[in-house]
C-alpha cells in the first residue's frame, strides 16, 4: 500500500511541474501570408512574408528566374508581426513565386 501511495505522489507532483511550462508555450506562428513585390524605382523583383499569430519567426522565400534557371533567395528571420522580404539577385531578377518558412522560438 505504502509503494502505491509513493506512485501515485511522486506521478502527481511530475503532472504539476509540468504544467507551468505547457501553460506559457506559445503557439507555433499562423496567420501567415506571403506575395510577390514589385519594384517601383528598382529593377529586381521581391517577395514578403508575414505571419500575425503565435510565436516565433516567420522567413520570405523568393524563387526567382533568369528565364532560362531558377534559384531560391531567402530574407531574414523576423518576428511574429514584422515583414520578411526576400530579394532576387541581379544575376535571377524575376520573382515567379512566393513562400514563407515559420519557426518557433
Request: contains cysteine; positive net charge; proline residues 6%.
Amino acid at each position: 500500500m505504502k509503494i502505491m501511495t509513493l506512485a501515485t505522489i511522486v506521478a502527481a507532483a511530475a503532472v504539476v511541474s509540468l504544467t507551468p511550462g505547457v501553460a506559457n508555450a506559445e503557439p507555433i506562428p499562423s496567420g501567415c501570408t506571403s506575395g510577390n513585390g514589385y519594384p517601383s524605382a528598382g529593377k529586381y523583383y521581391y517577395t514578403w512574408a508575414k505571419c500575425t499569430v503565435g510565436g516565433g519567426y516567420v522567413q520570405a522565400v523568393a524563387t526567382c528566374t533568369n528565364g532560362r534557371v531558377t534559384t531560391k533567395a531567402r530574407g531574414p528571420w523576423v518576428y511574429v508581426g514584422s515583414y520578411s522580404t526576400a530579394h532576387c539577385p541581379d544575376t535571377h531578377q524575376r520573382a515567379i513565386g512566393h513562400a514563407y518558412t515559420i519557426k518557433k522560438y
